[in-house]
T-cell receptor, first 110, second 113 residues
Framework: AQSVTQLDSHVSVSEGTPVLLRCNYSSSYSPSLFWYVQHPNKGLQLLLKYTSAATLVKGINGFEAEFKKSETSFHLTKPSAHMSDAAEYFC????????FGAGTRLFVKA | KAGVTQTPRYLIKTRGQQVTLSCSPISGHRSVSWYQQTPGQGLQFLFEYFSETQRNKGNFPGRFSGRQFSNSRSEMNVSTLELGDSALYLCASSSGTGYSEQYFGPGTRLTVT
């Protein structure tokens, strides 16, 4: 069975510092993995998608994620946080039934 | 391409009533999934429709039902509303093939009083 675990419910960074949001997955087969972002009172927006073409995936707004099979991880990073990055982030494992993690709320301090 | 649209955006209902939510997917997408989002339970999968057939179902009671029309538009119905049904209901569309990504609508905020 698939499962997705986001290791932090909240992450707080200062503007201009790096962002790391952690996600571990569990799957009996090579998964398709996604990161989504949700701003307050909005739907989810796709940030990036991994489908085995390359282990380092670049997404929108300067975000990227690295697939590490040995660690069953798919962590999301950004070199320099911006105030507009403050939102909730969801890691998801795909297939016909997408499984979402519990979410990580990112706070960005000025 | 127009995005996923959901109507209405906000809804207030009374316990015991029923409600119907509507979702129009991105043109060409054949799969529509519905999710319930609450602060306590997070994002929970309700069901997925593909080409007018329910293909996947989450662990929700039978009061939650859905359907999909030939133009891929989908409706979700909740009967005999309970206070705990208050949530943001999100609809997502995708091509429905393989491991395709989902595109989400803005959601319908349902409040049950």
């Amino acid at each position: 069975a698939q499962s997705v675990t986001q290791l932090d419910s909240h992450v707080s960074v200062s503007e201009g510092t790096p962002v790391l949001l952690r996600c571990n997955y569990s799957s009996s087969y090579s998964p398709s993995l996604f990161w989504y972002v949700q701003h307050p009172n909005k739907g989810l927006q796709l940030l990036l998608k991994y489908t085995s073409a390359a282990t380092l995936v670049k997404g929108i707004n300067g975000f990227e994620a690295e697939f590490k099979k040995s660690e069953t991880s798919f962590h999301l990073t950004k070199p320099s946080a911006h105030m507009s990055d403050a939102a909730e982030y969801f890691c998801a494992s795909g297939g016909f039934k997408t499984i979402f993690g519990a979410g990580t709320r990112l706070f960005v301090k000025a | 391409k127009a995005g996923v649209t959901q109507t209405p955006r906000y809804l207030i209902k009374t316990r015991g009533q029923q409600v119907t939510l509507s979702c129009s997917p991105i043109s060409g997408h054949r799969s529509v999934s519905w999710y319930q989002q609450t602060p306590g339970q997070g994002l929970q999968f309700l069901f997925e429709y593909f080409s007018e057939t329910q293909r996947n179902k989450g662990n929700f009671p039978g009061r939650f039902s859905g359907r999909q029309f030939s133009n891929s538009r989908s409706e979700m119905n909740v009967s005999t509303l309970e206070l705990g049904d208050s949530a943001l209901y999100l609809c997502a569309s995708s091509s429905g093939t393989g491991y395709s990504e989902q595109y989400f609508g803005p959601g319908t905020r349902l409040t049950v009083t």
